[in-house]
């Protein structure tokens, strides 16, 4: 064998890379042993993993992770006895990689024990009950295969996580020979045996630690890390490992100093069970916190629900919470914003507001009442329900993905009952009861201008720290086609370099992008190129809606007969956060009903001032009856209703 071809640099990253390639080139091991042991001494684990980390980039295919015994001894042997290899501890506890971490850690604890057994008569029970615990590795592979390596494959990384499948079912089998070796007291074939086991086992861990787990930090998000965390609980662990709960949380993305934060859920908890008073809880926060920021407000409100406070409950003090901390929001950064941005096109409207509702104060406090313009006024101030439909629709998707849950479901709410408010007053001027409409309007300003200082030290500061340039430019993407309140259409934003950003939603439209858009998609019955069923879903005198399996919102129709905003920011988003708070809980109910193949269809009609809306849910189900979403079709009917008798001739003009 030829020797390793070895020509190290002083650093230590740069050198394993080299040993490494010159194993896999077949050099010398022997070589590449002692120029390990002799140029290497000083290496540390993050030196490790960032040369297997690049060497796996340059090399693909998981090269490191499906290597030839001959780099699996190598690694194991020369980096366990440098102690280089250690457990990974930058994760929080309940965190994916931690729970495999830990795991590992509970194996190699048994295979020591195992280890420290002699194999015969006298130790066979507790070697059968050490080893059933051990065979629980078994539930560890499970959750990588159906946890973990779905997202790395949609990622790309798809050939090493099909390899290591194939690792585990190897060790699957080698436990169940284990298994029945010890059924039979067969003690000579149940020592090699355990030996074989545990140094797969072992060897397993290690593939983990240095590659799988690290390259998984890498390409998976902390928001899908959440995802796999809430699916692990089903699959199970390890029985000496059971971690806590964890999910990544809006405090994860946002600056916040920890110190106040625990100050601010104390006060704020006390103020809401009743036990200070707001004037108490003021001077405690002047005492304590200092200035706050939006998002140390915003991730307290999270962790009040997670600590028990209802939602109800929540949007009952919302006002007066925001109220005892009033003085202590600090400002935020938003006034370097470009034109065309949509946090300046939502502050440019509520400037537009503010001074609306000042002109309609002052004309209010007139004699001589101008029913013209009080009319024209209000027909201008319900726009503000477009200014709520662009955030329900455009910020609030991007700000769920980071777990902004709480606050932006209890804003939407509080939206709800602006809307309602908005519509009784809207109908007392429509109807010249200037009388009634006065008499109460001032409650409803209250609660617009309240909103508009919510949006301003809390939501608007949250998004620019959560939301990156991307999502900015996608959310710019989606506005136009909901409208504005009371501004014109804004500029262009960003840069004409970056204006040509596709929506994920529309991927597909560009010739160049799509594979079928030239071919025709067969259907039951007839074949259709992409343009045509883009054309029939343009054309169709209803909304239509899907949502898939999953209860996310795959589809929407861009049509003339919108009935509710959509924006391509509900794509992909979880069907729950689509609807008004007060309807989700139905909108579950029908689909649970689908889902469990209950019912097939639900239906319901409302009347939204001179519309007549109908309003249906069907479930879709394959060949076999197995679920695959809901279709949600919407229309307008009120003309439909007034048909009577018969229609046969073209009598058009």
Not at 137 to 144: A, P, S
Not at 240 to 250: A, L, S
């Amino acid at each position: 064998m030829e020797a390793l071809p070895l020509n190290l640099t002083t650093s230590n990253t740069s050198a394993l890379k080299e040993i490494i390639r010159a194993i896999l080139d077949g050099g010398d091991m022997d070589v590449a042993r002692q120029e390990f042991r002799t140029r290497l001494t000083g290496m540390n684990h993050g030196e490790l993993v960032a040369a297997v980390q690049q060497l796996e980039d340059e090399l693909g295919g998981g090269a490191i992770l499906i290597a030839e015994k001959r780099l699996k001894d190598f690694l194991l042997k020369e980096l366990v006895d440098a102690n280089v290899i250690k457990k990974i501890d930058d994760y929080p506890p309940g965190h994916p990689i931690q729970n495999y971490v830990d795991e590992n850690k509970y194996a190699a604890m048994l295979c020591d024990e195992i280890e420290k057994l002699e194999v015969n008569e006298n130790s066979i029970l507790e070697l059968n009950n050490l080893f059933n615990l051990l065979a629980e590795i078994d539930i560890h592979y499970v959750r990588k295969e159906n946890q973990l390596f779905p997202f790395l494959e949609a990622a790309g990384f798809t050939h090493p996580s099909t390899a290591m499948w194939q690792f585990h079912d190897d060790i699957r089998g080698m436990i169940k020979e284990v298994q029945v070796a010890l059924k039979e007291n067969n003690f000579i074939q149940l020592e090699t045996l355990l030996n074989i086991v545990i140094t797969e086992i072992r060897e397993m861990a290690i593939r983990e630690e240095l590659v799988l787990l690290p390259t998984a930090a890498r390409l998976i998000s902390n928001e899908d890390w959440g995802k796999i965390r809430l699916g692990e609980d089903e699959i199970g662990f390890m029985a000496g490992v059971q971690p806590v709960q964890w999910e990544p949380k809006i405090g994860g993305y946002l600056q916040q100093n920890e110190e106040r934060i625990e100050a601010m859920l104390v006060i704020s908890k006390d103020f809401i069970d009743g036990n200070i008073e707001s004037t108490a809880a003021k001077e405690l926060i002047k005492g304590q916190l200092g200035e706050i920021t939006g998002g140390e407000f915003a991730y307290v409100e999270v962790m009040l629900e997670k600590q028990g406070v209802s939602q109800h409950a929540l949007r009952e003090k919302i006002d007066a919470l925001v109220a005892i901390y009033k003085d202590a929001l600090g400002t935020g950064d938003l006034e370097d914003l470009n034109p065309g941005h949509p946090v300046h096109s939502f502050r440019k409207e509520n400037r537009a507001i503010q001074k609306l509702i000042a002109e309609i104060r002052e004309k209010s406090e007139e004699s001589s009442i101008d029913s013209d313009w009080i009319k024209d006024s209000w027909e201008k101030l319900v726009q503000v329900i477009v200014h709520y439909a662009r955030k329900e629709n455009q910020l609030f998707p991007y700000l769920e993905k980071k777990n902004f849950n709480t606050p932006s479901t209890i804003m939407w709410t509080l939206h709800d009952d602006i809307r309602e408010s908005m519509k009784y007053h809207k109908k007392m001027v429509e109807r010249s009861n200037f009388e009634a409409a006065f008499a109460t309007q001032e409650s409803l300003f209250d609660a617009i201008l309240e909103m508009i200082f919510k949006e301003e030290k809390i939501l608007f500061p949250v998004c620019l720290e959560l939301i990156n340039q991307d999502e900015w430019i996608e959310i710019r993407q989606g506005e136009d086609e909901i409208g504005y309140c009371l501004i014109p259409v804004p500029l262009a934003w960003p840069d004409s370099e970056d204006a040509t950003y596709t929506h994920p939603s529309q991927l597909g439209s560009d010739p160049l992008e799509s594979t079928i858009t030239d071919g025709l998609i067969g259907l039951d019955e007839g074949q259709l190129s992409q343009e045509q069923i883009k054309l029939i879903f343009t054309f169709l005198p209803v909304d239509v809606t899907f949502t898939d399996e999953n209860n996310i919102v795959r589809f929407y129709n861009k049509g003339d007969y919108r009935i509710f905003p959509r924006s391509p920011g509900i794509i992909g988003r979880e069907v729950r956060y689509c609807h008004p708070p007060k309807s989700v809980d139905m909108v579950l109910q029908i689909i649970e009903a689908f889902r469990t193949g209950k019912k097939d269809k639900a239906e319901f009609w409302i009347q939204i001032q001179e519309q007549f809306i109908h309003i249906r849910f069907f479930a879709l189900r394959d060949k076999d009856k197995n679920y695959k979403g809901v279709l949600e079709i919407m229309q307008e009917v009120s003309e439909i209703r007034k048909l009577e008798g018969n229609k046969r001739l073209l009598d058009w003009e």
